[in-house]
Each structure stands twice: as C-alpha cells, then as structure tokens.
C-alpha cells in the first residue's frame, strides 16, 4: 500500500483527535480538488470524478473536491462521451483516464478534448479475452510433423492476435471510431516474474488506432501486492467507468483472494466496492445502457463464499452480489454482463429468484495458454467484435485469429474417436448413425440451428450439460499440453458449462447436410457436412494454414 509521508500521518492523527466541529473544519485541508477545462481552457461541468470510494461531478466553473482518504491510489474521472478518449501517448492508445496520487498533494486538474461532432452515435468495440501471455515458453507448432518453436507468448499475441485485429481494423471505415476491452489475464507469472511483462502487454495493445481499457483479473494479480501494483502501474484504478455513444462502462475487479492465490468463483464485490458503484451508477443518466466488465463470471462458479444462497445446482452458484448488482442496473434503459476467465466461451443465461440473467463470458485470446489454437471448448483462439448503436449492442460476432469472419462454427461427427474422446460419449448420443455435431462458438438461446438434408430443412437439438467437455479439443490437449493437468480441461473440472453444441441425426448418410446458423441480430452462418474434422491434431488445433 502507499505509504503517506510523515505529515499526511500526523494531521490524520491530529484530526482524529479533534472535536467534531474542529474536524470540520480541519478536513477542508485534507481533500482532493482540481478544475477540468476543455481544449480551449473553457470549464467542462458534469464530469464524474472519483478517488476510489465515492464519485461526484464538477460545478459550472469545472471544479471538484473529494473527500481525503489515505488509502487512494489514483484521482481519476468518468471520460464524458462528447470527449475523445487520453492516450498514454501518440504510440499507446490504452486509455489514460487518471493521476497516481502524490504524498503531500491534494490538487489534480485534468484538460479534456471536446470531439467536434459530440458523442458518437455508432461504433465498434472489440472484446478480448484473458490474452494471459507468461514467461514461459508452450509447445508451438508450425507444421504436421510436430514441428516444435520456441517462441514467446507475446510474440505469439503479437504476431497473432493482434495481427488478425489489425486486419479487422483495416476492415472498417477510416471514420468509425473502434474501441477495444481486455477482459483481464492481461499476463500470468507462470515461468518467472518479469516486471516488465504488464508493460510490454500494455503496449501491444495500445499499438492500434482503438482506444484500449482493461479490467484486472486474477492472474494479473494472483494474491500478491506486487503483481497488483504492476497492473496498476500499467493501467491506473482497477475500479473506474467511461462514457461512449449512449452506453456507460463500468470495469471492476471483482476477484477476491480468501488463501494465498486462492479465489472465490463466482466473482464478488467487497462493501467498499459496491458503495462506489452504487455512487458512480447514481450519476448516471438512466437512458444509457450500462455494461458491467469484470474478469470471473457473476452468475456461476464452484467455489464459493459462503454462506450462499444463490445454488445453481450441480455444484455451481452465482454470486452473492449480483443480485443487489441486478437491481441498481435495473434502474437504466438496459445492461449486459461482459467477463472472461474461464478459457471457454459462453453466453450463460439462468434464473436468479424468478429474473432471467444473460452473462456473455469471452473465450481466450490466449486458448489454453498458448498451447495451441484454441480454447478447452473448441472454440478457436481469437476475439469479439460488437456494433453499438445508440444504447443498443446492434451486432457481434466471434472473430476467430485467422478465421474469416464467417466461420462461426465447426463440424464434427458423433462416433469420430479423438484420442480416446467422442461426442456420443460425451452427450450420450446414439452411435452408428451418422450424428453431426455442430460447435457454435457465440451461440445462445436467441440462435437457431437448421440441418437441410436434400431440401428438408430440420431444426437441429442443443446440448446443454454440466459437467461437461469438448470432445476434440480434450483430445488434442490431453497428448500436447504440458503445463495444465487433464483435470482443467475435461469434465472433471466441475467449473465447465458447456451450451453451443447442436446435433441432427441425418436420415442419409451419404447425403451433404447444410447446417444453418441465425444468430438474434439477424445475421446467417452456414457450412457443410463434407467440411467436419475428423483428425485429431494435424488440423487447426495444431498449426494454421494461412487461407490467403
């Protein structure tokens, strides 16, 4: 923690000491003030500011006070939606939105940009989950003939990851302003601790034109106050909002250590922490949408803090604050739940005491840590890309590194043997007839899944089941990784939940099956029988083959 110098200890001590009405008074000496003016020195009324605790906006003349507390960290501020996003530098586009609080100083003034046209009506936001780049080095393969490299994690990242957003980028219209989320696991001490790793992360992200913020996670931390300062260091407050279009941010940690590096899942809030969101949430315009960005998912885990009311059954529960989280954004035009952490992707939907929740959990940049292509469900390694319009999430798909943007799902046959693993084992389905399983990577219950088998269009069944796994990607992991146990990445870890499978039981086996993805905003995937993977690692799992 900060340590305060000498004087800031003793006229805290000395305030304690003095009368109520003293104390008062004394306190004015002992607050955080400062003046936000625009580019053109004008005062900027309204702007939230915050030193950690509790929020409050500036008067007309652009000035704020904040109460003194000892423990702050940072001075930082709301960034209005009419204001462009401050930037660590011309070269690092991550989001500077703070001042480090200074022994003995207690005014920060902070200069703003007006955008020339006001607040954006349209633009996209890029999702990444837990890019999780260590200080190790995982198998890496460039061919069929087990081909090992040695080559980093955030060279991997790099060359990789945002190499493909990148090509997103380019993609899209000079003018359309893009903004990018990491959803924590920025890095992970796994091989040694390397001070500069947060900052080389920090970097890499920052290295587009989207104007990047990111939420802290678990192993950005991991129990220990220096990893914590690290992230910090790199990013400011790990508790803060922003303002875009018609839509408030809020990021929060919400990872919790109850022994060493041991945390609680699902995710929780200390008092402190929800007295501050309430607070920042109360200054909140209530036609905006509100999204909620944290790293472990709310509505489920499997260990708890306890008591819990919130069972879920099989093992899993939903935190103890979501509830109370629920009715303050029940209070906006709307809200959604973005988190990562699981190295699975799925939209979770359950009932929470007769309120039907949606939790969009992001799967992994990084899969399963770099050791192949994909995450521990199957999904490939890569990000989201969302289109808000207004206060409404207009669209999103999954953008799978290296993948077109098309390709929203893959294809397997029930009784395919992976390394000791099938489909028909895993969701008890019939053997010998054929059964194609359909892995939908961003499927929720507002998709439909068509099979047309010669012109007959059949609606296909979702499998849904905890525990849960996924055939071909257990398969792969099971013979190559080296730094995760067949525990994390099969059904016996009782965490995974598994809900974007889909089968049809074809009535010709020699028919070719199209299978007809309609996700809820309208848009349409398709692909083949004739295109299901049938080898267990020479395949996407192992290398990439470039589709250029």
Aim: hydrophobic share 35%.
């Amino acid at each position: 923690m900060r340590k305060t110098t000498l004087l800031t200890a003793l006229a805290t001590m000395a305030l304690a000491m003095l009368s109520p009405v003293q104390a008062a008074a004394q306190s004015d000496t002992l607050k955080f003030t400062g003046t936000f003016t625009d580019q053109k020195g004008r005062p900027m009324r309204g702007v939230v500011v915050s030193n950690g605790f509790t929020c409050v906006q500036t008067d007309t003349k652009g000035n704020y006070e904040l109460p003194y507390n000892s423990a702050t960290k940072f001075v930082y501020f709301t960034v209005p939606a009419d204001c462009e996003v401050p930037t660590h530098s011309a070269t690092d586009n991550t989001a500077c939105f703070y001042r480090q609080v200074v022994d003995s100083v207690k005014r920060y003034d902070f200069q703003l940009t007006r955008m020339p046209r006001g607040k954006e009506k349209s633009y996209k936001l890029i999702v990444i989950g837990d890019p999780q780049v260590t200080n190790a080095y995982g198998p890496y393969f460039q061919g069929p003939n087990d081909n090992a490299v040695r080559k980093s994690d955030i060279d991997r990242f790099t060359d990789e990851t945002m190499a493909d957003i990148k090509k997103t980028l380019a993609s899209l219209p000079d003018d359309m302003p893009v903004y990018a989320l990491s959803m924590g696991d920025n890095v992970q001490y796994y091989g040694g601790y390397n001070e500069k790793l947060e900052g080389q992360m920090r970097a890499v992200l920052g290295s587009t034109r989207m104007r990047t913020f990111s939420v802290i996670g678990n192993h950005d931390q991991d129990g220990k106050a220096l990893f914590k300062r690290k992230w910090e260091e790199a990013w400011g407050p790990t508790d803060y909002s922003f303002d875009r279009g018609n839509v408030h941010y809020v990021c929060i940690n919400n990872v919790i250590y109850y022994r060493g590096g041991a945390y609680y899942q699902p995710g929780e809030l200390t008092d402190e922490q929800m007295a501050w969101l309430e607070s920042d949430l109360s200054l909140v315009p209530k036609n905006k949408m509100v999204v909620l960005s944290y790293h472990i998912p709310f509505t489920f885990g499997n260990r708890t803090l306890k008591p819990n009311p919130n069972d879920m059954g099989k093992g899993h529960y939903a935190s103890n604050r979501l509830e109370k989280i629920l009715l303050m954004l029940d209070r906006f035009k709307g809200y959604q739940l973005f988190c990562g952490h699981t190295h699975f992707a799925i939209n979770n939907e359950i009932e929470l005491n007769g309120r039907q929740v949606l939790e969009r959990c992001h799967a992994a940049a990084c899969g399963d840590i770099w050791q192949s292509n994909l995450n521990i469900d199957g999904v490939p390694n890569g990000y989201y890309v969302y289109s808000v319009k207004g206060n409404k999430i207009d669209d999103c798909y999954y953008k799978g590194t290296r993948w077109d943007k098309s390709r929203q799902m893959t294809l397997f046959l029930a009784d395919t043997d992976f390394n000791g693993e099938s489909y028909a084992a895993d969701w008890n389905l019939p053997r010998g007839k054929g059964i194609i399983v359909a892995n939908v990577f961003n499927a929720d219950s507002g998709w439909r899944l068509f099979a047309i088998e010669n012109g007959v269009k059949t609606e296909m069944t979702r499998l849904q089941k905890t525990p849960c796994q996924d055939a071909f990607a257990v398969g792969y992991h099971h013979k190559y990784v080296k730094s995760n146990p067949y525990n994390f990445f099969s059904k016996r870890n009782g965490y995974l939940k598994m809900n974007h499978w889909y089968f049809y039981q074809p009535k010709d086996p020699k028919a070719i099956v199209t299978i007809v993805a309609k996700d809820r905003y309208g848009n349409t995937y398709t692909e083949t029988s004739d295109k299901v993977v049938t080898e267990p690692f020479y395949n996407y799992a192992h290398y990439y083959v470039d589709e250029e």
